[in-house]
């Protein structure tokens, strides 16, 4: 039988080894193949004392130094990062925004440890439809292709810095699952501005 201490090394040993670095209680007990969650929690809770994990957020640990968008996959599922966020990092859009964004099946803006995470609202079939979302580094991410219908879709005016950057052979396939009309006549109508 392994004493307290063997169990909560060999806990802190297997989170470590894990490429994630951020869990949700349920995430941790598959790695440590524990079906006690109370007792479970309780060897958590005092990692967290010890300072070898963080606890950003309820139900949530973290290793130290873990990643910001990581986070954002895990606060609500399903979810994603999308939005400005890709966008800017696309150059599609210039202006700064700090927050990462991301869409959920409701819309939040939390703060964890100084940065925030904005999430917007987007219908259930959209959101599980996984075209134009790519799994990289332990979460999912739109493609800037998706980022920008998404953006689009969700707000009615907003304005683009530059649409170079997106492959519009790819938007044009991505449209279809919006499964709108007179949304797809709007995005026809961007493009022939640009």
């Known amino acids: 039988m392994f004493s307290s201490q063997k169990v909560k090394t060999d806990l802190i040993l297997l989170i470590y080894?894990?490429?994630?670095?951020?869990?949700?209680?349920?995430?941790?007990?598959?790695?440590?193949?524990?079906?006690?969650?109370?007792?479970?929690?309780?060897?958590?809770?005092?990692l967290v004392h010890k300072g070898?994990?963080?606890?950003?957020?309820?139900?949530?640990?973290?290793?130290?130094?873990?990643?910001?968008?990581?986070?954002?996959?895990?606060v609500f599922t399903p979810s994603y990062i999308s939005l400005e966020y890709v966008l800017q990092k696309a150059g599609v859009i210039f202006q700064y925004d700090?927050?990462?964004?991301?869409?959920?099946?409701?819309?939040r803006t939390i703060e964890v440890e100084s940065i925030t995470y904005s999430f917007r609202k987007l219908k259930g079939e959209l959101l599980v439809n996984t075209t134009g979302i790519i799994r990289q580094n332990n979460m999912n991410i739109a493609t800037p292709e998706r980022?920008?219908?998404?953006?689009?879709?969700?707000?009615k005016d907003y304005y683009f810095d530059n649409l170079n950057p997106l492959n519009k052979e790819m938007i044009i396939k991505l449209l279809p699952i919006y499964q709108s009309e007179?949304?797809?006549?709007?995005?026809?109508?961007?493009?022939?501005?640009d």
């Open 182 to 193: 007179s949304f797809s006549k709007k995005v026809a109508k961007l493009f022939r501005n």
């Open 52 to 74: 070898r994990l963080l606890n950003p957020r309820k139900g949530i640990y973290a290793k130290p130094n873990y990643n910001k968008e990581e986070l954002a996959g895990c």
């Open 17 to 46: 080894q894990d490429v994630k670095t951020v869990f949700r209680l349920s995430d941790i007990a598959m790695i440590a193949e524990v079906i006690n969650f109370q007792s479970l929690n309780k060897k958590l809770n005092y």
């Open 147 to 155: 980022a920008f219908l998404d953006t689009l879709y969700l707000n």
């Open 98 to 107: 700090p927050r990462v964004t991301s869409v959920s099946y409701l819309s």
